[in-house]
């Protein structure tokens, strides 16, 4: 009977070590799939935001006509991991920039908060304009948003000209 018991904690330990193997691997691809890239989510560098109209929660009008400079836009989705992990990087590159420039879209169910909106909302509107919308709203639309998080730095002229999933990555002017 000792023996079954000994050969079996012996065959759990390997399998342990086996799986903390393989998750190991996983973390790896994972880490090496970023650095190639995806699907892009986000319309692409050089190309031109659709015009769009949209209502922030403050009630201010969101309009493609009325960007000035460079503007900072952030897509994030409340029950989206990665969203929730970018969040602080995306407040932290907001704070470098006038609130004016920076525009922060969550798309969610805004009033019913059984989806977590009102959390991503209340940490976003100290630094942009925010704006709640469902999905496949005129927002996400217009900034051809295909996943979440997205980041894009667009310009006066409705151009992007910084894309990609991680606020950190987008480029940095040295006057807004």
């Not at 560098?45 to 201010?60: C, K, L, P, R, W």
């Not at 059984?114 to 496949?136: C, Q």
């Not at 996943?147 to 990555?169: H, I, K, M, R, W």
Request: proline letters at 6%; a negative charge; hydrophobic letters at 50%.
């Amino acid at each position: 009977m000792a023996v079954a018991v000994a050969v079996l904690g012996l065959f759990c330990l390997a399998n342990l070590l086996l799986t903390v193997g393989v998750v190991r691997r996983l973390r790896d691809h994972s880490a090496m799939l970023e650095l190639v890239g995806g699907p892009e989510v986000i319309s692409p560098v050089g190309s031109a935001v659709d015009e769009y109209a949209a209502v922030a929660i403050d009630g201010a009008s969101v309009r493609r006509d009325l960007l000035v400079g460079l503007t900072l836009v952030g897509f994030f989705s409340p029950t989206c991991g990665p969203c929730h992990e970018r969040l602080p990087l995306f407040v932290t590159r907001a704070r470098l920039m006038p609130a004016e420039r920076v525009l922060a879209v969550v798309v969610g169910q805004g009033d019913d908060d059984s989806d977590g909106t009102r959390e991503i909302v209340g940490r976003l509107t100290e630094v942009a304009t925010v704006v709640v919308e469902p999905p496949n709203g005129v927002l996400a639309q217009a900034f051809g948003v295909r996943g979440f998080p997205a980041f894009a730095l667009v310009d006066a002229s409705g151009e992007v000209v910084g894309a990609g999933t991680d606020p950190a990555t987008l480029p940095v002017a040295v006057a807004w």
